[in-house]
């Protein structure tokens, strides 16, 4: 996705001057990316304790198996915290990334099939049994309409800047 804003006004200088400096201007997003960023990055820590995906949607409880082997409580994806407290974000002046580095992340976002990595050396499969989907990055509603804010906030901050 680009944006592209090309806007001339043919014997105004002034008015031309203003339009350049605004266009400069909102090629340059890299402050409101870090806030979308950060913004994604808290919405993400909150589907940790509400326990649901981006869609709203509550994940799927623990097997009775994990259940019985005492895995995290009875508390969905933080038996450790590692997961929860791997996210990260990066931007510059064109995107932001938000995710984690966790190599199981994956799994628990996507979920995996019974043996769907393979088998152990003494033949049991990878993983034992299927791990349900469990959805924690993504852009909610409430996240959506915080980046529309922030958005709107920076251009109207920018516009009146340029203007000045």
Same mark, same amino acid.
């Given at each position: 996705?680009?944006v592209r804003?090309?806007?001339? &006004?043919? *014997?105004a200088e002034?008015?031309?001057?203003?339009?350049?400096?605004?266009?400069?201007r909102? $090629?340059?997003?890299? *402050?409101p990316l870090?806030e979308?960023?950060?913004?994604?990055e808290a919405s993400t820590?909150?589907? #940790?304790?509400?326990? %649901?995906?981006?869609?709203?949607?509550a994940?799927?409880?623990?097997? %009775?198996?994990?259940?019985a082997r *005492?895995?995290?409580?009875?508390?969905?994806?933080?038996?450790?915290?590692?997961?929860?407290?791997?996210? $990260?974000?990066?931007?510059?002046d064109?995107?932001?990334?938000?995710?984690?580095n966790?190599?199981?992340?994956? $799994?628990?976002? #996507?979920?995996?099939?019974?043996?769907? #990595?393979?088998? $152990? &050396?003494?033949? *049991?499969?990878?993983?034992?049994?299927d791990?349900?989907?469990?959805? #924690?990055i993504?852009?909610?509603?409430?996240?959506?309409?915080?980046i529309?804010?922030?958005?709107?906030d920076? &251009?109207?901050?920018?516009?009146?800047e340029?203007? %000045?």
């Amino acid at each position: 996705m680009g944006v592209r804003i090309d806007i001339r &006004a043919a *014997g105004a200088e002034r008015i031309q001057a203003a339009l350049d400096k605004l266009a400069a201007r909102l $090629t340059a997003m890299r *402050g409101p990316l870090e806030e979308i960023g950060a913004a994604l990055e808290a919405s993400t820590a909150l589907r #940790f304790e509400d326990q %649901s995906g981006p869609d709203g949607i509550a994940w799927a409880p623990l097997s %009775s198996v994990s259940r019985a082997r *005492g895995r995290e409580g009875g508390v969905i994806l933080s038996d450790t915290g590692r997961l929860g407290d791997s996210m $990260t974000r990066r931007a510059d002046d064109r995107q932001v990334e938000v995710g984690t580095n966790v190599i199981y992340a994956g $799994t628990h976002q #996507f979920g995996a099939a019974r043996g769907a #990595f393979g088998a $152990t &050396a003494g033949g *049991g499969p990878i993983p034992w049994g299927d791990i349900p989907a469990r959805p #924690f990055i993504g852009i909610s509603a409430a996240a959506e309409a915080e980046i529309v804010a922030i958005l709107d906030d920076w &251009a109207q901050r920018q516009t009146a800047e340029a203007l %000045s």
